[in-house]
């Protein structure tokens, strides 16, 4: 875990926990800047095409949601900064209504064929597109089939952590499971062409009736 993200999550109460688990509790260094995303996590944030997004009710019961789109449609604009566009879609606005009152967040990204995980925290506005228009061109992702843009997401990025990936089981797209057959088939087109060439030079290479 990085610091920062130490320190927000292991609280008194889980330090209580750990000691009467374990009967000792991790120490936490003071952290108080918030993390930048390195070259590391901007590569595996660009590289999804979905994600979970946490928010919180004005009663504090916690929310969850899977949002998808093309890949890189959760776009880095610095490192400290995450922005997504939310198309049309049930009309209920769950998490838009849960952050006029809490903007705290939390984002769940998942590589499943590589069993990787990355968990961020932050603090999410939503941006009316007639008031950043330029915000817009950078999230509008003209390859999505779903539909028009009515509002902006952006995510100031507070802390990070990458889990490991025990318990994590294997799964994959259309789009990958297509690409590794893709792969076996060439494999298998070019092993029996070199078995077709073995077959024809033993031909070749037979003995000749004499005249």
């Not at 926990?17 to 918030?34: I, K, L, R, T």
């Not at 209920?92 to 990787?116: C, E, I, K, N, S």
């Amino acid at each position: 875990m990085t610091q920062h993200y130490l320190h927000r999550h292991l609280t008194p109460a889980v330090g209580e926990a750990q000691v009467m688990a374990y009967g000792q509790s991790h120490g936490v260094h003071p952290a108080p800047e918030p993390d930048p995303l390195g070259a590391r996590e901007i590569a595996f944030i660009t590289a999804r095409d979905s994600f979970y997004l946490a928010s919180l009710t004005e009663a504090g019961a916690p929310y969850i949601q899977h949002r998808g789109g093309p890949v890189g449609f959760l776009r880095v604009l610095d490192a400290h900064t995450l922005g997504f566009a939310d198309y049309g879609g049930n009309r209920q606005l769950l998490t838009a209504g849960h952050l006029r009152r809490d903007r705290r967040v939390a984002l769940f990204l998942m590589d499943y064929p590589a069993q990787r995980r990355l968990k961020i925290d932050g603090e999410a506005e939503v941006v009316r597109l007639q008031d950043d228009p330029h915000l817009l061109e950078l999230l509008y992702a003209q390859e999505t089939e779903a539909g028009e843009v009515e509002r902006l997401f952006r995510i100031k990025v507070d802390a990070f952590d990458w889990n490991c990936p025990q318990f994590i089981t294997p799964r994959y797209t259309v789009s990958e499971l297509e690409e590794r057959e893709r792969h076996l088939r060439q494999r298998i087109a070019e092993l029996e062409n070199a078995l077709k060439r073995r077959g024809a030079s033993n031909g070749a290479g037979g003995d000749h009736p004499s005249g």
